[in-house]
């Protein structure tokens, strides 16, 4: 079993930066691929980002660019940079992690954390 810990929401304007993180305890991240998801108010969950126990990453293309995962192995922790934020960005961001290969499918990931809110302003 592992358990996830999100931390580094907040409120921040639009154009403003913050740094989540993700937390593993119980059990190393090696082997695993984690993923950092987002959902808004009255909205479908929605896939953010990923990355690869052997440090492959994927965007979505409504965050690429502005979005950066990534991992510190020795930590056991998974970040998601976000530049240039939107009031659009606003939701609460999930990490969650698998064993295996990465998918942007929110029902292949086994693994969850309780969410961290961000907010935007305009």
């Avoid at 592992?2 to 119980?26: H, Y």
């Avoid at 606003?90 to 295996?100: H, R």
């Avoid at 998918?103 to 305009?122: L, N």
Wanted: glycine fraction near 12%; proline fraction near 2%; include cysteine.
């Amino acid at each position: 079993q592992v358990q996830l810990a999100e931390s580094g929401g907040g409120v921040v304007q639009a154009g403003g930066s913050l740094r989540l993180s993700c937390a593993a305890s119980g059990r190393a991240f090696t082997r695993f691929a984690v993923a950092w998801f987002r959902q808004a108010p009255g909205k479908e969950r929605e896939f953010v980002a990923t990355i690869h126990w052997g440090g492959g990453t994927y965007h979505s293309d409504s965050v690429k660019g502005r979005f950066t995962i990534s991992r510190d192995s020795a930590k056991n922790t998974v970040y998601l940079q976000m530049n240039s934020l939107k009031p659009d960005d606003t939701a609460v961001y999930y990490c969650a992690a698998k064993i295996g290969s990465t998918s942007s499918d929110s029902g292949a990931y086994s693994y969850w954390g309780q969410g961290t809110q961000v907010t935007v302003s305009s």
